[in-house]
Each structure stands twice: as C-alpha cells, then as structure tokens.
C-alpha cells in the first residue's frame, strides 16, 4: 500500500540511481532489470532511485518509463529492495501522470526534478511546479531533485524548504545533486533536521558525510558499492585517512568514465560484471567495441577490480 505519511520513508545508506537496460538496438529490455536488482542486494545496496538522470528518463517515452516503473516494482515485491520512481519531465501533464502511475503501483515515494527548457522563473513558479506534480499521487513521499547543472534551474533550496510545505503537504526532502555545501548544512538543520536530504554527488560524499548526511543516491553505486561502504564505515570509525584514501579511488573512476563518455562507460562497467544493461541510448554517447576493451585495461591499470573484490569479501 502507498505510503501516506511523508516522514515514514527515507533513503538513508547507500541509494542505486539506477541504469534502464536497453538491448543492442537501443530498446527496452526489461529482462535486465531482475539481474540489477539481484546485483544491488549482493553488494547490500536495498535502495533503488530508478528512471532519473542516470536512467536516462529523458530519453524514455511515456509509455516506456510507465514498463519500467512497473518492472522494477514487481521484481522488488517481497524482497528488502525499495525502489523510489523519478516521475519529472518537462511535460508537467506527464509528470502527473508517471505521478499516479507509481502510487497505483505502490511505489514509497516518487521524485522529480524541474522542467528544464520552459525553466521556472522564480522559486514560487518552482514550487508550484513541484506542487502540481505531488498533488498527483496524494498519498506519496514527494523528494524534489535539485540538481541545477543539468535542469540550469537553480533557486535556494533551503527557501524551497521553508516555503513548498504549505503547498506540498507530501514534501519528504530533497535529492540534492548540488555542490553546495553550505546551502546543504542549511537544509539538513532546517525545522530541526525535518527533511531527508540525501547527497547526490558520488565524487564528494566524504563532504556530504562530514556535513550530515544520512543517504546518497548515485550512478556509481550500482557498480562500486563495495568501494563506498568501506568510505562511510571508515568515516564512522573515525579513520578519515581511509575514508580519504576511498575517496580518491572514487574520483579518479568517475574521471576514467567520464573519458569515455559517463553514461555509456557506466553501463559497459555494469556489462563487465556480469549484468548487461546495454548500450546508452542517443544523445549519450556509447563506447565502442575497442573502447570498451581499453576501458577494461584501464579500469584493471586502476585496481577497480581489486577494490571490488577486496571490499566485497571484507
């Protein structure tokens, strides 16, 4: 059954943003979908943020992102998995209707971020926007997903936060995809530490840790979780110098993907242990074959395997 208290939920811990698998031709394959989902709880990842960036949403019909929603809902049903559904477009009448959709499914809670090429104006144009997007699953957490270097829509979160309650009476918190520190302080601490606010960026979690924060929602956590969780219990134990150490193996993997092309070398990572999600669909950019098998060699020169293993097994 949906969730219809807001507070009840949270993405606390590691948070999968997860890839939509395509086959060779670029459509949608939704046989992967049970193999991702295995993978995450292999590597103690229970939380699932499915068709945002990284899920390439934008690059998905309707109807396609309707099967994925449902896909991944009936594949988590009756295991620890739970599976937040990004519902934003540029559509606001298909955001509604993503919206709906995932409450019917019984989704914990849905998320959007802003229209991005008919941009808000203002923070109140934002918020009513956001409101109009949660008032279509009335009985679902709502998380707002900031994240202002792709949408170019960037307003004061921790006003959003003081403001969008009165409209948005499902209003959970954020996913905050944002570099800014201080403003994320802001947020956390905000009506005595009401809202869930997980990090967004992988390449800075260790700040986000130092900051606060409770959760985070990536892409590279489908594929180097067990990196990540030697990073926050390193943190917790208080050995920043291995904290440190893991984040810098962090960085320097998220720079080799991004030679290549993120997305495409993200998924072909996801390919190279075992759960095939595809190639990424136009305007991202895939590897090619020879690519691929030098991104291999350089993924080995960098120990990424060896993290993975070593991790795992410890």
Known sequence: MPHTDASAFSLTGLVAATHTPFTPDGSLNLGAV????????????????IGGTTGESHSLTLDERRALARRWLDVARGTPLRVVVHVGSNCLADARTLAAH???????????VAPSYFKPRSLDALIACAADIAAAAP?????????PALTGVAFSMPEFLERAPARIPTLAGLKFTNPDLMAYLQCLEAQGGRWDVPWGIDECLLAALATGARGAVGSTYNFAAPLYHGLIAAFERGDLAA?????????RLVALLARYGYMGAAKATMTMLGVDV?????????????????????????????????????
């Open 34 to 49: 049970e193999a991702q989902a295995a993978h995450l709880l292999a590597n103690r990842v229970t939380l699932a943020f």
């Open 278 to 314: 595809g190639p990424a669909r136009l305007p991202n950019p895939s590897p090619a074959p020879e690519q691929i098998r030098t991104l291999r060699r350089d993924l080995e020169t960098l120990g990424f395997f060896d993290w993975i293993r070593q991790r795992a097994a410890g």
């Open 102 to 112: 995932a409450q019917a499914l019984g989704a914990p809670a849905v998320s959007a």
């Open 139 to 147: 009985e679902t957490p709502f998380y707002f997903y900031d994240i």
């Open 243 to 251: 904290a440190r150490a893991a984040q810098s193996r962090s960085t």
